[in-house]
């Protein structure tokens, strides 16, 4: 086979760009807005992450009393016609806080999450069965906020994640503010 001859026209030595157009400034701009928002985002789920990790850290240091549970059942509920039910831990359960008595009905922080495995619900039940003793932890802050279980802390576990989209945005913002410097001569095969 024959090896045919490539014609090079604009090559003067800086590099392929050498007869290229130079990038319009739309370019960079797109470059820092989406790099802006890849930041933001990351920021705002870093934040989200650490607040989660602060507030299971605080609840570990919320005292601990003695409480009896009063309710303790599987509520169901359908939320449309041929949608299968879904299930929820109902618990109500009573407290001593500094001489005054209270009540509460919070499994977590964020209550009782509903689930379409109600074997997991009956588990809670029978775990927290009505008449029983049990611990919860009180908000020294707000006594009227109690929880059976602590929150957990796996949120600053994996905070590096969303991390990694705050320097990556950045890493965009400064790339697209960076010069471009000559490119090194490189002649075409």
Not at 162 to 186: M, T, Y
Request: hydrophobic fraction near 40%; glycine fraction near 12%; include cysteine.
């Amino acid at each position: 086979m024959m090896e045919r001859e490539i014609p090079v026209t604009n090559v003067t030595g800086t590099g392929y760009s050498a007869g290229m157009p130079k990038a319009s400034g739309a370019g960079r701009w797109y470059l820092i807005l989406i790099g802006m928002f890849l930041a933001m985002a990351g920021l705002l789920f870093t934040g989200l992450m650490w607040r989660s990790y602060g507030r299971a850290r605080e609840m570990e240091h919320w005292p601990q009393v003695d409480c009896v549970i009063f309710r303790s059942e599987a509520e169901e509920r359908v939320v449309d016609t041929g949608s299968p039910p879904e299930y929820r831990f109902n618990v109500l359960y009573g407290y001593r806080w500094q001489g005054k008595d209270i009540q509460s009905g919070r499994w977590g922080w964020r209550g009782s999450p509903w689930l379409s495995d109600r074997d997991a619900v009956e588990q809670l039940v029978k775990q927290y069965p009505q008449g029983s003793l049990s611990s919860c932890r009180v908000d020294p802050k707000s006594p009227d906020m109690a929880v059976l279980k602590l929150d957990s802390k796996a949120a600053g576990y994996s905070i590096w994640f969303p991390a990694l989209f705050v320097l990556g945005g950045a890493g965009i913002v400064v790339g697209a503010f960076r010069k471009r410097g000559k490119s090194a001569a490189c002649p075409m095969p």
